[in-house]
């Protein structure tokens, strides 16, 4: 009978130095939020910085007539009208500068609304 118990007390012991009932979960944090203000002929603030893969909650929004900001390299293509936010979630999967534009036609500065996402390790 003793020898059952030191056995079964062994096994646990094994069983609690290997981890076995140890399961982590997996713990996911909430993404970065972002929110850019656009307006003829700016962004608010013109530059951000992400951590690679991790996932970015974009949010657009408008002071004046609809605006956009399209960074091809990131999967990023947003559109807001004035008083009607747009939110879109990426994940940036590379490091560097990019460099987005606002890719609705705005007025005569339009080609001057210039928006960078530094992505870092």
Avoid: W
Wanted: proline content about 6%; overall charge positive; glycine content about 10%.
């Amino acid at each position: 009978m003793k020898r059952n118990y030191l056995l079964f007390a062994l096994l646990i012991g094994f069983l609690l130095g290997t981890g076995y009932f140890y399961r982590p979960t997996a713990v996911h944090a909430a993404p970065q939020r972002v929110e850019v203000t656009a307006r003829r002929f700016t962004f608010e603030p013109s530059e951000i910085t992400v951590k690679k893969g991790e996932p970015v909650d974009f949010v657009l929004k408008s002071a004046d007539v609809g605006h956009g900001i399209r960074i091809p390299e990131l999967n990023l293509d947003v559109k807001a009208k004035k008083g009607s936010p747009s939110e879109v979630i990426f994940t940036p999967d590379k490091v560097g500068d990019f460099t987005g534009h606002c890719s609705v036609f705005c007025g005569s500065g339009h080609g001057s609304m210039i928006f960078t996402v530094h992505v870092v390790e």
